[in-house]
C-alpha cells in the first residue's frame, strides 16, 4: 500500500485576524525601523515568528523587557487592560495586533463584569488569549472552565446570574458539550449556544470533518502552542481518524504515507501558505504517482481596520 490520493482541506492557514497581525508588524518595521518590539509571540507559528527575529523583531513577555520610549506590537491573542496601562505609565506608543473578534470578547466580559453577572470562562488555562480575556473580568466573578470537571466544582451562588465567554480557538464539538453541562447546572445560564468560537476556527474544523468522511490519515501543519492547529488535530481523532501535527513539513517522516492511500493535510490559522505548499512539494516529489485534490475555500476576503498607528502605511 502507498498514497495515492492527496486531499487538501478546503479552508485552512491564515485568518483574517493573523493577516491583519502581520500586517501590523510589517508596518510597524517600515514606519518605526527596528528593534521593534512585539509583547507575546505575535501570532502562535514558529516560522512567522523566526522571520521577524531574523529581521530584528524582539519579542518579549514583559513589559520590562522594552527600554522606555519604545514602540511595542501587542499581540493577536489580546493584552489585559493593566498591560495597557503600564505601557502609558512608561510613556511606550502601542500597537494594538488584538483579532477584532477577541475584542468583541473582551467587551462582552466588561458588560458581564459590569452588571455583576458570574462570568464562566471557558478555554486552556495559561494560554495567552485567556489571560488577557480574564484580565477585563473582576476576580470575584471569574471562573475558568477547561473540562467537566471544573463544571463539577464550581461554586457559585443558585441566585446568582450566570454567563458564559469561551476562548476563539476551541473545539466547536467539545464546548458546546460543556456548555450544554453547564445549563443543566445553571438553567438561566446566558448563552449564545456556541459563544464565541470565531469562524476560521469553525471553518477550518468543519473542512477537517469532510476529509474526515474518507481519508485515512489527516496530517496538520502547525505548531505546538496553536490551540486552534491543535483542534483540527483532535477534531480528526474524534471522528476515529489518525491524525498527528507538524511544525514544519521538513519534520515529516515520508515513510509513514506508505501505509495510507487517502491522505489529508490541512494547516491551523496561523501558519503561512508556504509551508503548505512545501508539504504538498515534499509528499508529491517523493510519490510521484500521488493525485492532489482541493475544492475552493468557502471563506471570502476579510479585511480587518489597522490600528490609527499604522493605519497611514496600508497605502504607503
Ligand atoms: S483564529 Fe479567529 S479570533 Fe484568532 S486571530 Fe484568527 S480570526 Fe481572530
Same mark, same amino acid.
Given at each position: 500500500?502507498?498514497?495515492?490520493?492527496?486531499?487538501?482541506?478546503?479552508?485552512?492557514?491564515?485568518? @483574517?485576524?493573523?493577516?491583519?497581525?502581520? %500586517?501590523?508588524?510589517?508596518?510597524?518595521?517600515? $514606519?518605526?525601523?527596528?528593534?521593534? =518590539?512585539?509583547?507575546?509571540?505575535?501570532?502562535?507559528?514558529?516560522?512567522?515568528?523566526?522571520?521577524?527575529?531574523?529581521?530584528? !523583531?524582539? &519579542?518579549?513577555?514583559?513589559?520590562?523587557?522594552?527600554? #522606555?520610549?519604545?514602540?511595542?506590537?501587542?499581540?493577536?491573542?489580546?493584552?489585559?487592560?493593566?498591560?495597557?496601562?503600564?505601557?502609558?505609565?512608561?510613556?511606550?506608543?502601542?500597537?494594538?495586533?488584538?483579532?477584532?473578534?477577541?475584542?468583541?470578547?473582551?467587551?462582552? @466580559?466588561?458588560?458581564?463584569?459590569?452588571?455583576?453577572?458570574?462570568?464562566?470562562?471557558?478555554?486552556?488555562?495559561?494560554?495567552?488569549?485567556? *489571560?488577557?480575556?480574564?484580565?477585563?473580568?473582576?476576580?470575584?466573578?471569574?471562573?475558568?472552565? +477547561?473540562?467537566?470537571?471544573?463544571?463539577?466544582?464550581?461554586?457559585? /451562588?443558585?441566585?446568582?446570574?450566570?454567563? !458564559?465567554?469561551?476562548?476563539?480557538?476551541?473545539? !466547536?464539538? #467539545?464546548?458546546?458539550?460543556? *456548555?450544554?453541562?453547564?445549563? =443543566?447546572?445553571?438553567?438561566?445560564?446566558?448563552?449564545?449556544?456556541?459563544?464565541?468560537?470565531? =469562524?476560521?476556527?469553525?471553518?477550518?474544523?468543519?473542512?477537517? $470533518?469532510?476529509?474526515?468522511?474518507?481519508?485515512?490519515?489527516?496530517?496538520?501543519?502547525?505548531?505546538?502552542?496553536?490551540?486552534?492547529?491543535?483542534?483540527?488535530?483532535?477534531?480528526?481523532?474524534?471522528?476515529?481518524? %489518525?491524525?498527528?501535527?507538524?511544525?514544519?513539513?521538513?519534520?515529516? %517522516?515520508?515513510?509513514?504515507? +506508505? $501505509?495510507?492511500?487517502?491522505?489529508?493535510?490541512?494547516?491551523?490559522?496561523?501558519? /503561512?501558505?508556504?509551508?503548505?505548499?512545501?508539504?504538498?512539494?515534499?509528499?508529491?516529489?517523493?510519490?510521484?504517482? !500521488?493525485?492532489? &485534490?482541493?475544492?475552493?475555500?468557502? +471563506?471570502?476576503?476579510?479585511? &480587518? /481596520?489597522? /490600528? $490609527? +498607528?499604522?493605519?497611514?502605511?496600508?497605502? @504607503?
Amino acid at each position: 500500500m502507498s498514497i495515492k490520493e492527496l486531499h487538501l482541506a478546503h479552508t485552512q492557514g491564515f485568518c @483574517a485576524g493573523v493577516v491583519n497581525a502581520i %500586517d501590523i508588524v510589517e508596518l510597524s518595521i517600515k $514606519k518605526f525601523g527596528v528593534p521593534l =518590539y512585539v509583547r507575546h509571540a505575535i501570532v502562535h507559528n514558529t516560522s512567522v515568528i523566526d522571520d521577524f527575529e531574523a529581521r530584528g !523583531v524582539i &519579542f518579549i513577555e514583559s513589559l520590562d523587557d522594552v527600554p #522606555d520610549q519604545q514602540v511595542v506590537v501587542f499581540s493577536a491573542h489580546g493584552t489585559a487592560p493593566n498591560v495597557y496601562e503600564d505601557a502609558k505609565k512608561r510613556g511606550l506608543t502601542v500597537v494594538d495586533a488584538t483579532c477584532p473578534l477577541v475584542t468583541k470578547v473582551h467587551r462582552q @466580559a466588561v458588560r458581564y463584569s459590569d452588571r455583576g453577572i458570574h462570568i464562566i470562562l471557558i478555554g486552556h488555562r495559561g494560554h495567552q488569549e485567556l *489571560i488577557g480575556t480574564s484580565g477585563y473580568i473582576n476576580p470575584e466573578l471569574l471562573h475558568i472552565v +477547561e473540562d467537566v470537571n471544573d463544571i463539577h466544582s464550581l461554586s457559585i /451562588p443558585s441566585d446568582a446570574e450566570v454567563g !458564559v465567554l469561551t476562548q476563539t480557538t476551541l473545539s !466547536v464539538d #467539545d464546548t458546546s458539550d460543556l *456548555i450544554k453541562e453547564l445549563q =443543566y447546572k445553571f438553567p438561566n445560564l446566558i448563552t449564545g449556544g456556541k459563544e464565541d468560537i470565531c =469562524y476560521a476556527t469553525q471553518n477550518r474544523q468543519d473542512a477537517v $470533518k469532510k476529509l474526515a468522511k474518507f481519508c485515512q490519515l489527516i496530517i496538520v501543519v502547525g505548531s505546538a502552542n496553536s490551540s486552534n492547529s491543535n483542534r483540527l488535530v483532535e477534531t480528526s481523532k474524534l471522528m476515529g481518524v %489518525d491524525s498527528f501535527i507538524i511544525d514544519l513539513p521538513e519534520e515529516l %517522516d515520508l515513510t509513514v504515507l +506508505e $501505509k495510507f492511500e487517502i491522505v489529508g493535510v490541512t494547516s491551523g490559522a496561523s501558519v /503561512p501558505s508556504y509551508l503548505m505548499d512545501r508539504l504538498v512539494t515534499s509528499i508529491t516529489s517523493h510519490f510521484s504517482k !500521488v493525485k492532489v &485534490f482541493q475544492e475552493n475555500t468557502i +471563506e471570502k476576503d476579510i479585511l &480587518f /481596520p489597522l /490600528p $490609527k +498607528e499604522v493605519s497611514d502605511m496600508r497605502q @504607503a
